[in-house]
């Protein structure tokens, strides 16, 4: 077994990536995008209690796992403070569609000119959920009475808004093209992060005041264990071994010998969680459309957000907590379907003459992988399933509600991504015959 680097070598790994021209280029480009992200982080728009405001997120919830995504923003009320989230449920509509949709599927197949059409009807349909998203938002603050302004200054914070995420959708799609990794993944990296230095001072001065040294001991181990546990998660795989056949052509022969398909155990990533926080967060953004003085009308809607609350005390909490793990389990299932096609794989194997060994080709190759992945997906539905619920439960258990960043999926976002930038940087650095960070 290799032995593990230490830190001296990691950083001499990122010593040598910066010696690389073209990776240094993308790599100053990611921080220069971090840095301007920081700027418009702290841009605030008028009319909001700052006060009411912060009493607002004291309860966490699903207002706090937004904020969290935005990097404060929201709590603070910046131009940010919708985040990239619409941008995130249009794409995830929009691949759906795709395989609902034959024109789309047919756009999909002719290669770029088509995938940027479909690029052009994600930015089209963004817009439409930030403008939503944004009037639910403004309006929830309204009737709550944090947020005083006039009609037209409404439509201009409505507005300002849906810009701000339009501007992140931009800085994602340029990181993809010109830094490392995936720029959306990373918007949200960095506003997860931008978060952090805020949480460990509220941590502090909370422990230091209310005595609970061994709530935030127990909540420092649940956080190394979660890591580690997302880690083994988001590398595991089973290796599927294929057996190529041997082609003889002319004199010579070609192909023969065997590899293997990994398929991965959780195979959705992140992106069930954030579909099923969106389909929650439903009821109380058309809850915030209702007039006021509507009486009756606002109490059964607010009765229904009560009832889709996750995390909450009683009855409503305990069904939304089950509904928001069984959401979570069927779009992992859903999600996992629609990346990987099964028919398609065992048909790509069929051709190229390759089977796997002991089963037939055609379709009993397409039963056996099916198979294989509803068992393995189980255990990486269940596992996103029980770090989408940390986050209500692990305060409860450790009496500190201060650190946000513990167990849920800002957490499982934050291992996700470092572990596929680092591997991205990894590629550029073997191309060039450098060491890089894994081993």
């Given at each position: 077994m290799p032995e593990q680097r230490n830190l001296n070598s990691l950083l001499a790994s990122l010593v040598a990536a910066f010696r690389v021209p073209d990776l240094r280029k993308r790599l100053v480009f990611v921080i220069e995008m971090f840095a301007l992200y920081m700027v418009a982080l702290h841009i605030p728009l008028p009319g909001i209690d700052r006060d009411k405001m912060e009493a607002l997120f004291q309860g966490g919830g699903l207002l706090g796992l937004l904020d969290t995504f935005s990097g404060g923003a929201l709590r603070k009320y910046t131009i940010l403070a919708m985040s990239i989230t619409p941008y995130i449920n249009a794409s995830i509509i929009m691949q759906l569609l795709t395989v609902a949709i034959p024109h789309l599927e047919e756009l999909q197949k002719e290669g770029e000119p088509g995938r940027k059409q479909i690029s052009k009807y994600t930015r089209i349909l963004t817009v439409i959920l930030a403008v939503f998203q944004a009037t639910a938002l403004n309006l929830m603050l309204r009737n709550a009475g944090i947020l005083t302004v006039s009609a037209p200054q409404f439509v201009q914070i409505v507005v300002t808004l849906t810009a701000g995420t339009m501007f992140l959708m931009w800085m994602?799609?340029?990181?993809?093209?010109?830094?490392?990794?995936?720029?959306?993944?990373?918007?949200?990296?960095v506003g997860i992060m931008a978060r952090l230095p805020y949480d460990i001072i509220n941590t502090v001065r909370f422990v230091g005041s209310s005595g609970r040294y061994t709530g935030a001991l127990a909540l420092f181990v649940i956080f190394l264990a979660t890591v580690a546990a997302i880690v083994a998660i988001t590398q595991g795989q089973r290796k599927i071994p294929i057996q190529h056949a041997k082609k003889v052509v002319g004199n010579k022969m070609y192909g023969g010998g065997s590899s293997f398909l990994p398929l991965k155990v959780n195979q959705a990533g992140v992106i069930p969680i954030i579909f099923a926080v969106s389909v929650v967060l439903l009821p109380a953004q058309?809850?915030?459309?209702?007039?006021?003085?509507a009486g009756r009308l606002q109490d059964f809607l607010r009765d229904v957000v009560l009832w889709f609350s996750p995390g909450g005390?009683?009855?409503?909490?305990?069904?939304?907590?089950?509904?928001y793990a069984v959401l979570v389990l069927f779009f992992t299932y859903f999600y996992t379907a629609v990346t990987f096609d099964v028919p398609k794989v065992a048909d790509d194997l069929r051709k190229y003459g390759s089977f796997i060994p002991g089963i037939r080709?055609?379709?009993?190759?397409?039963?056996?992988?099916?198979?294989?992945?509803?068992?393995?997906?189980?255990?990486?539905?269940?596992?996103?399933?029980v770090i989408a619920l940390m986050q209500y439960y692990v305060p409860n258990w450790t009496g500190v509600t201060t650190f946000s960043l513990v167990g849920g999926t800002s957490l499982l976002i934050v291992v996700g991504v470092a572990l596929e930038t680092m591997q991205q940087i990894e590629a550029h650095l073997v191309m060039r015959h450098y060491e890089g960070f894994i081993k």
């Open positions: 994602g799609e340029r990181i993809t093209d010109k830094g490392i990794g995936n720029g959306v993944s990373l918007v949200i990296f058309i809850a915030q459309f209702a007039p006021v003085g005390p009683g009855i409503p909490g305990f069904f939304a907590t089950m509904l080709p055609g379709r009993p190759t397409a039963d056996y992988l099916d198979r294989v992945m509803t068992r393995i997906t189980l255990a990486g539905a269940v596992f996103l399933a």
